[in-house]
Antibody
Framework: EVQLLESGGGLVQPGGSLRLSCAASGFTFNKYIIYWVRQAPGKGLEWVSSISGSGVDTYYADSVKGRFIISRDNSKNMLFLQMNSLRAEDTAVYYC????????????WGQGTLVTVSS | EIVLTQSPATLSLSPGERATLSCRASQSVSSYLGWYQQKPGQAPRLLIYDASNRATGIPARFSGSGSGTDFTLTISSLEPEDFAVYFCQQRSNSLTFGGGTKVEIK
C-alpha cells in the first residue's frame, strides 16, 4: 500500500525557515517524480515544486523560486522541502504527492502538514 | 501560465441528480487535463486523467470529456459521498489547478 506521511509543519515568523519532510512507502521510491502541492486555508491547490526520481532535476513555481529547495534521500525513501524567507502568503497545508504512471497528475497524496507564517 | 476557470463555483443538487462541472483553460491544453475530488480535511483524490480516463477504482458514474480549452466532469447520479469540492488540473504547460467547484446538497 502506497503511503506518504508529511511532517515538520508549524508556526514560524515572517522571514523564518522551516523544513518539511515526507516519508514514503509501498512503492519504488527512486523511480518516481514526487511533488509538493500546497493549499491555503479555504483556497485552491497550487503546485509548489517537483523532483525527479534521481534527485538531479528540480522544478519550482515562480512564487517560491529562490526561497524553497526540494531534495530527496532515496536511501531512506524521504522527500524534503527547505523553506526560507517565509511570507504570510506561504501559509498553507503542504502535501507531498506521487506522480501518476500515466502522466503528471497526482495519484497518491499524504495527509498534509500545516505551515503558518505569522508574527 | 495557463489559467483554469471552473464553473459554477457552487452547485446545489439532490442525491440522484446529474452534476455537470465545467473547466475552461486560457489556452489549449490538448487532452492533458485531470479532475480531483476533495472532501473536508482530506487530500484530493484523482478521478479522471487526460480528460476522459477514469483512475483506478473510480466508479463509472464519473465521466470526463472535452479537449483543447473546454472540459466537463459529469457525475451521472449523485451519491451521498459525492458531495465535495472538485478541482481540475492541467499538465500541458507546467502544472496548474482550477479554483474548484463545490457540489453541495440542496
Amino acid at each position: 500500500e502506497v503511503q506518504l506521511l508529511e511532517s515538520g509543519g508549524g508556526l514560524v515568523q515572517p522571514g523564518g525557515s522551516l523544513r518539511l519532510s515526507c516519508a514514503a512507502s509501498g512503492f519504488t521510491f527512486n523511480k518516481y517524480i514526487i511533488y509538493w502541492v500546497r493549499q491555503a486555508p479555504g483556497k485552491g491547490l497550487e503546485w509548489v515544486s517537483s523532483i525527479s526520481g534521481s534527485g538531479v532535476d528540480t522544478y519550482y513555481a515562480d512564487s517560491v523560486k529562490g526561497r524553497f529547495i526540494i531534495s530527496r534521500d532515496n536511501s531512506k525513501n524521504m522527500l524534503f522541502l527547505q523553506m526560507n524567507s517565509l511570507r504570510a502568503e506561504d501559509t498553507a497545508v503542504y502535501y507531498c504527492a506521487k506522480r501518476f504512471d500515466g502522466g503528471s497528475f497526482f495519484d497518491y497524496w499524504g495527509q498534509g502538514t500545516l505551515v503558518t507564517v505569522s508574527s | 501560465e495557463i489559467v483554469l476557470t471552473q464553473s459554477p463555483a457552487t452547485l446545489s443538487l439532490s442525491p440522484g441528480e446529474r452534476a455537470t462541472l465545467s473547466c475552461r483553460a486560457s489556452q489549449s491544453v490538448s487532452s492533458y487535463l485531470g479532475w480531483y475530488q476533495q472532501k473536508p480535511g482530506q487530500a484530493p483524490r484523482l478521478l479522471i486523467y487526460d480528460a476522459s480516463n477514469r483512475a483506478t477504482g473510480i466508479p463509472a458514474r464519473f465521466s470526463g470529456s472535452g479537449s483543447g480549452t473546454d472540459f466537463t466532469l459529469t457525475i451521472s447520479s449523485l451519491e451521498p459521498e459525492d458531495f465535495a469540492v472538485y478541482f481540475c488540473q492541467q499538465r500541458s504547460n507546467s502544472l496548474t489547478f482550477g479554483g474548484g467547484t463545490k457540489v453541495e446538497i440542496k
